[in-house]
Structure formats: C-alpha cells, structure tokens
C-alpha cells in the first residue's frame, strides 16, 4: 500500500482519538475549576463532595489525553521527516513553547489537584485548579498557532530548501490563528458544558445525588449558553478567513465547480462527474453572503482551484526543495503515481464534514432548550420530564461530533497540502519508514487505542454511576 | 557554519534530556522496582503514591525535548525518530500504557494485575531503550544524503542493537533502578525504605561495571573503521573526535558519582543526599554522549553524511526567539515544580493512600 496513504491514515486515526479528549479535558477543566471555586466560597460539605467527584473523574479523561498526545508530538519526527525537515525552524518553537509555558503549568499542578487535598490550602486547591484549566487552553493556543501556520502560513521565506523564520508574531500571529483559537475553544467550552448537563441530568433522572445533578444542569447551561452564543461570531471570523485566505477549501466546502458567488447548501450530495450538488439549496450566492456580507461576490469555484493548484506544484518543485544537490521529492515514495498529486481536496469529504459540523450546531443549539426546559422546572422545584433528561444523556454527542467534522473540514480542505502552497503532503513523508513498519504500529494503535477507549468508558460508566460522596442537604439551602 | 547559538542550543537540548532523566527517571525506576518491592497492597499503593503527584510534570520534560529538538536541530529530530521508527513506537506506547495505568490503577480494582503488569512493563522498557537510542546515536547510524536511516526495516531495526548501544541501554536501566531506589528510601518507611536502600549500592556498583565495559567497548570501537566488514558494522565507532576530552572530564563526573553514590548508600547517609549525588551521574552520562558526538548530532556510520550540529540548526534568529522564550519559561516552571514538591514532601503515609 502507498507509504503516503499509511501515513496519513495513522495520523488521522491517531489525531482524531487525541481531539476525543483535549476537547473532554479542557473543555471540563473549567467546570472542574467552576466546581471547585463553589466549594471554596460556600464551604458546604455538599460542594466539597460535588468538586471532589469531578476532579475524580476528570483523571481518567486527562490520562488518556497526556498519553495520546506524545504521539503527535513524536509523529512529525517519526512519521513526517521530511515535514519537520522543511518546517523545523518554525514548527517546532510553538511544541516547544507549549511544553514549556502550558503543559508544564497543567501537569504539575494538576498533581496538586489530584492528591494535594488535604495537604495544601482550599486556596492553593482552587489555583490549582484554574491554573490546570488555564495552562490546558494556553496549550490550546501553541498547538493551534501550529496548525494555523500549516493553513496559512506568515512570517516566514523560503531558503535553502525549508522555511525560515522573518517574523516571529507574523508566525503565530499568521491569518488564521485568532479565528481558529476562538472557534475551536468555544467549541470545546460546550463539549465541557454539555458533558456537565449530561452527568446532571442522570443525577436528577435516576434521583441519585439531586443537588448534584442540580449543581451541573445550572452550571452547564449557563456555561452553555454563553459559548453557543459567542459560537456565531467566532465561526462567521473563521469562515471569512477561509474564504479569503484559502478560497481553493472554500469552492470544496461548497462543492462549487464554476467561478462565481457561492452558494449555500443545508445538505446535498457531490455529483464529482457531472460537477453539480444535488441536495437543499438554502440560496444562490447565500456563502458569499455569509462571508463577504454580499451575495454576489464572486469567489473561484473547483475548476480554476484545480488550475491554481497545479500551477502551484509546478512552482514548488522547480527548485525550491533543493537539498544537498537533489531534489527534495526524488527521494520520496516508491511508486511513480504519487509523484502526481492530486490537485484539489477531496470534494466530497470536506462537503460533508463541513454540512455535518453546522447541523450538529442545529442539536446543539435545540438540546440547549431541552436543557433550559429542564432548568426551569427545577428551579420552580417541580420535576423534569423522565425523557426531556433521557434525551440530555446523549447531550455530548453533537458538540464532540461537531468537533471531529469540523477538523475535517479544515484538513481535508488543505489537501493536497501539508504547508498551504508550500509543501505537499505526498513530499513530507520519511523515507525511511515503509509501508509494512507503518502496518505494525497501525495495528498497535488500534489495538491499544481500542483498549483503552473501551477501559476509559467503563471506568467512566462506573464513576458516574457511583456519583459523589452522599452528604446530608438541608432543604432549602439549595440555591 | 557553527554559530554560539548552534553550540548554546546544542547544550540546552542536553540540559533538558539531563532533567528528564534524572526526572521521569525515578519515575521509570519506581515503576521498573515495582513488582519486585511491591508485595502487598500497602507497599504497591505507597510506591504509587511515591511518584503520584509527580510523574505527570516530570514526563513534560520529555515533551519539551521532542519539541526543542525539533525547533532547534529539525533534521537531527527527523533523521533519528524515523531511523529508529520501531523502537520510538515501542517506547510511546510504553509511555501511554504507564500513563493510563498510574491513573486507573486506583480506580480499578478488579483489573489490578493486568494494570500492575502493564505499569512494571511501561517503565521497565523505555528505561532501557533510552540507553540503546543514545548508543546508537553516538555511534552513528547509516544515512543517505538526505539524512535517512540507509538500511530497510527490519534490518534497521536489529542493527540498532550493536554490543555498544545494548551495553548503553543497560547503564540507562541500571541508573533509572538506582534513581528509583533513592527515590524510594526518600519517600517510605520501614521495611520498603529498608529494602529500597540496601538496593541503592548494589545497582551503584552494578552501574561502575556496566560503564567501565561500555568505555571499553567505545575506544575499542574508535579504532575499527565502521564500513570494514560485519566487524566494522558491528563495533566500529564513527566518531569524530574533536571533543573527546570534555567526554572524558564528564565521564569521570559519571563514574565519581556512582562511587559516592555506592560510598554514601553504604554509610548510610541522609536519603536525598544519596538521591541528589544520583542525579548527578545523570548529568554526567548526558554530557559524556554529548562531546562524544559533538560537532555532529547524528554521525554516519557510511562516514558520508553525518548531520552535523552546525548544518542541522535552526537559523539563529528562531534560536535566539527560542532562548528568549526559555528564559521566560524556565524558572516559572522550576517554580511550579517547587510548589509541587514542596506540597507533597515527606515520607508518605497510611493517610495519603488510596488503593
């Protein structure tokens, strides 16, 4: 099997499972933080209670996520060779900078958290605390500055066959980052929220630990609310970006083949043969509009993206990947055909993914309601509908769905890239790893992975069942 | 051409690795003692406990040196984690194993053996295998012109286990028991701090022996052309001996460690006393590779095209914003490990464990 395909398929698979996680993780960090600054405040052994189990299941989610997450560090040196070759000077400060300033901050005091009860103040506790949430989504913010600059990269020149660094915050600061930064820890806030409302809403139904459940459907949807309001700008700052920096993943998103305004689809299926979509057409020009704010602003379609990218092709390999005398690419690959890229993204994936991304906005935004519905009838004290909280149990689904598709989107949009424009995807490989080496460790992944993830969920499964420590509540102090 | 910058970064990188060894070090140790001092419940709830609040922090630094090694020496970072694809997986799934094993451990009860196994396994492996891949690298590997590992899997993975690299990997281990075992006197009592420390002087002068062998194996080496023969290919060392020198000085830094280690273990004196001297070694062995190698980063055992320190570099306008960034982060993370370490000092405690 081609080496190119092994070894995208790795990380993607690899990727996918660590993005199951950093959005649990940070995205829980702050209810975790929220939790636990509640039980500082009020000193009422029902919050300690409330804190103490959610930084209990909190570990196990962190674990997995700590742990996935060296292979993708370790993946650009075993994986992508060439790529870290050409991007070294660039790519490497942010993963240095993340381990430095972020992850540190996040593990060490999230051992405070973990084990610190008792020994350290409820004050260094509550630091601790928001400290691990704030050093995750700093974390967030190198590792996003990264793939910001494989979009869009700045701040940087070609010479001697790699990138070079010209300007440091032109780097991190490149077009992309604020947009993706905002739009993806928004995202991640509601995945925390969500899972909040979820494991609250379990509580009330089976009458477990109400003032728990209660604690966690206030706190989610409050939380919510907020991120899935701010969810609007910040995917409108995103789209425009897109549209304006990377017009090429634009046409593919759309699977608009002639130039001119983009139009907006709800759903609809590719037609690559015919060069058509059939589906729900919301409005001619409606992309354009969504983006530009005018319906007849015209953008290139898939046609002159496939142009454009050839063209571009060309160009880098003319000289620029000059390495020790010889090409960069010859030493690439086994076979010929992937010496041949293909010339757009593939049309149909990216549609997909990104139709999916917005209408698991759609349930994200309607089991908001369900979980408000829920909200004031506890609030009133009377009790929630028996299936409204069974529906809020599948709550997490869509924001971690949405996640996953809209990460879809924004790297099969990239294809046939792996640096915009600069290097392609099928160049960036290492030579000296084969195809049968990426099968062991692809069956390995998958093995170990599957272990895990079946292990995480029990182990979850059993924790939520436990829920936290009983406490005795007088009646009526619950606010 | 080799800058200061080249030459500053190439000394960080091995600053960091130094504070990951001596760091996660204890930490693999503990986990590789595991089943071997852990005989019952208490003891293995408490050798958890040991590294519990701490491990996590400690394999950042790990993280750290991937990502400075690939900010500063790309192709360095390129050529070795694709040279030696399997072992680096090995050692990552190692790392992810122990991980989610530490922190279910607890949780899961009914599992405790197959977590159990997993954790000595986890820790064990990699305490070797960081040993080999610096024996590999200081004897160089076979490269093309782009840098890559010239031998087809799964020679290139046998290759990687030459007399010299093996014999490194053992050093490593033997340090890691020996930093596990201070560790340990550091943070029990009773019997398991009793047998913890009787262990320390016997992995010291394990570890003299094992060094002694492979810096006789590395001169003897130095004298056989790597390209004569399966001989060659075998033993022979490419280095370039510019540096060697500074090896040595640091080599003996090494092996006076070890013996006060093995002198102090003895006497019996203060446990962290005997901890801090281990560490030491560590710095000493790091630094021993280090000028062992230096200028090149990876030297190539075909003798044609060595990734050299000066050639591998980032440029020094991405070094010097590197530097600026680690001046800012280095001492707030020494300060996070403080407030750590200082919350969680002292032995442990029927108190603090949880099985």
């Known amino acids: ?479 | 051409m080799l800058t200061l910058w080249n030459v500053i970064w190439f000394i960080l990188i091995f600053v960091v690795i130094t504070g990951y060894f001596i760091l996660d070090g204890f930490d693999l140790g503990v986990g590789a003692l595991y089943p071997f001092l852990g005989k019952d419940e208490v003891k293995k709830a408490t050798l958890r406990r040991a590294i519990g609040p701490t491990w996590d922090g400690n394999e950042v630094w790990l993280l750290t040196g991937g990502g400075a090694l690939f900010a500063a020496f790309a192709p360095a970072y390129a050529t070795t984690f694709s040279g030696y694809y399997i072992a680096i997986m090995l050692v990552l799934f190692c790392l992810i194993v122990r991980a989610v094993s530490l922190e279910t451990r607890g949780h899961d009860p009914e599992r405790a053996k197959f977590w159990d196994a997993l954790f000595f396994l986890g820790s064990a492996l990699p305490a070797l295998l960081f040993g080999v891949a610096v024996g590999d690298t200081m004897m160089g590997i076979p490269m093309d012109a782009q840098g890559n590992m010239a031998l087809a899997f799964p020679i290139s993975f046998v290759f990687l286990l030459r007399p010299f690299a093996l014999l490194c990997g053992l050093v490593g281990l033997m340090q890691f028991l020996l930093l596990g075992a201070c560790w340990i006197a550091v943070k029990t009592e009773g019997e398991l701090h009793d047998k913890a420390a009787a262990l320390r002087p016997k992995f010291a002068l394990a570890e003299i022996v094992l060094f002694v062998l492979a810096s006789i194996l590395w001169f003897i080496g130095m004298g056989i052309d790597p390209q004569a023969g399966p001989m060659g290919a075998v033993f022979g060392i490419a280095a370039t001996p510019s540096l060697t020198i500074v090896s040595a000085i640091f080599a003996v830094v090494a092996l006076a460690g070890m013996a006060l280690t093995f002198l102090w273990a003895t006497k019996g004196e203060a446990d962290l006393k005997v901890f801090i001297v281990a560490a030491v070694i560590c710095l000493g062995l790091c630094f021993t590779a280090a000028f062992g190698m230096f200028p090149n980063w990876v030297p190539d055992s075909l003798m044609a095209n060595p990734v050299t320190v000066a050639e591998a570099a980032s440029e020094d306008f991405t070094l010097i914003w590197m530097f600026g960034i680690t001046i800012v982060g280095l001492p707030i993370l020494l300060f996070y490990h403080f407030l750590c370490y200082r919350a969680f000092a002292g032995k442990i405690t029927e108190a603090d464990l949880e099985y």
């Open chain 1, 1 to 479: 099997m081609d080496v190119e395909i092994l070894a995208r398929l790795q990380f993607a698979f690899t990727a996918a499972y660590h993005f199951l996680f950093v959005p649990t993780n940070v995205g829980l960090g702050l209810i975790v933080a929220l939790m636990q600054t509640r039980y500082y405040k009020t000193r009422k052994p029902e919050d300690l209670a409330v804190a103490k189990w959610w930084v209990k299941f909190f570990t196990i989610t962190f674990a997995m996520g700590v742990a996935t997450g060296i292979t993708m560090e370790f993946s650009f040196g075993t994986n992508w060779a060439n790529y870290a070759r050409f991007v070294g000077d660039i790519f490497g400060a942010p993963l240095a900078a993340e381990a430095l300033l972020a992850f540190f901050m996040e593990s060490t005091f999230l051992g405070v958290l973990l084990l610190g009860r008792g020994k350290v103040s409820e004050k260094f506790m509550t630091a601790a605390a928001w400290l691990v949430w704030a050093g995750s989504t700093f974390s967030c913010l190198w590792i996003l500055i990264a793939n910001s600059w494989m979009q869009t990269p700045g701040g940087y020149a070609i010479e001697g066959g790699k990138a070079v660094l010209t300007d440091f915050f032109g780097a991190a600061f490149n077009p992309s980052t604020l947009a993706r930064f905002t739009h993806t820890v928004d995202a991640i806030i509601i995945m925390g929220s969500f899972l909040a409302i979820a494991i609250g809403a379990y509580n009330l139904r089976n009458k477990k630990n109400e003032y728990f459940g209660k604690r966690q459907i206030q706190v989610g949807t409050i939380v919510a609310l907020v991120a899935v309001i701010l969810m609007l700008p910040f995917s409108h700052m995103q789209a425009t970006v897109v549209a304006d920096e990377q017009p090429e993943k634009l046409a593919a998103m759309e699977g608009q083949y002639e130039d001119g305004p983009a139009d907006l689809y709800l759903f609809g299926w590719v037609d690559e043969a015919n060069q058509t979509v059939n589906g729900i057409k919301l409005m001619d020009g409606g992309t354009s509009l969504l983006a530009w704010g005018d319906p007849t602003k015209e953008t290139i379609g898939l046609n002159t993206a496939s142009k454009n990218i050839e063209q571009r092709i060309a160009e880098v390999r003319s000289g620029e990947y000059l390495r020790n005398g010889e090409q960069f690419y010859q030493t690439v690959g086994s076979n010929e055909e992937s010496y041949a890229p293909a010339t757009t993204a593939p049309v149909q994936i990216t549609f997909q993914s990104y139709h999916l991304m917005v209408a698991l906005y759609g349930c994200i935004v309607l089991w908001l309601i369900f979980a408000f519905i829920v909200r004031g009838k506890i609030n009133k004290g009377q009790e929630a509908s028996s299936g409204l909280l069974k529906a809020l149990y599948f709550a997490p689904l869509f924001p971690i769905l949405a996640i996953e598709a809209g990460w879809f989107v924004a790297e099969f949009g990239r294809q046939p890239w792996i640096v915009w424009n600069e290097l392609l995807m099928v160049d960036a490989i290492s030579p000296a790893v084969d195809a049968p080496q990426l099968i062991i460790t692809m069956v390995l992944f998958l093995a170990v992975y599957a272990l895990l993830l079946f292990i995480l969920f029990k182990n979850a499964f059993r924790i939520i069942k436990e829920g936290p420590e009983q406490v005795e509540v007088i009646e009526g102090e619950v606010a």
